[in-house]
């Protein structure tokens, strides 16, 4: 089972960048679809994005489309959350969270491991 570990986040203005990393431990990482969560104080866990085991499939919720991409990279174990055009209301924790199938879902539910997080705050 993979362990994971996101980084990246910080402070920053609103219609800047940042580029979320989350690196997994383990040999089997290649398995994994992999998500984007994120949670603002006070509301629920929202899905963000996931992409297949390969990388060759991606979803995203309708809120970041556009804006976010998701990538990885099987040979660094590594998934990326790269977020332009921020905006207040993505101010929150993110968390990548892997599911142990080929495509993964948007149900956070289904994912088996979870990071700790890391904070993403949008000044306007």
């Known amino acids: 089972q993979v362990q994971l570990v996101e980084s990246g986040g910080g402070l920053v203005q609103a219609g800047g960048s940042l580029t979320l990393s989350c690196a997994a431990s383990g040999r089997t990482f290649s398995r994994y679809a992999m998500g984007w969560f994120r949670q603002a104080s006070g509301k629920e866990r929202e899905f963000v994005a996931r992409?297949?085991?390969?990388?060759?499939?991606?979803i995203y919720a309708d809120s970041v489309k556009g804006r976010f991409t998701i990538s990885r990279d099987n040979a660094k174990n590594t998934v990326y959350l790269q977020m332009n055009s921020l905006k207040p209301e993505d101010t929150a924790v993110y968390y990548c969270?892997?599911?142990?199938?080929?495509?993964?879902?948007?149900?956070?539910?289904?994912?088996?491991?979870w990071g700790q997080g890391t904070e993403v705050t949008v000044s306007s």
């Open positions: 992409i297949s085991s390969s990388g060759g499939s991606t």
């Open positions: 969270a892997a599911d142990r199938t080929q495509y993964g879902s948007r149900y956070a539910a289904d994912f088996e491991v």
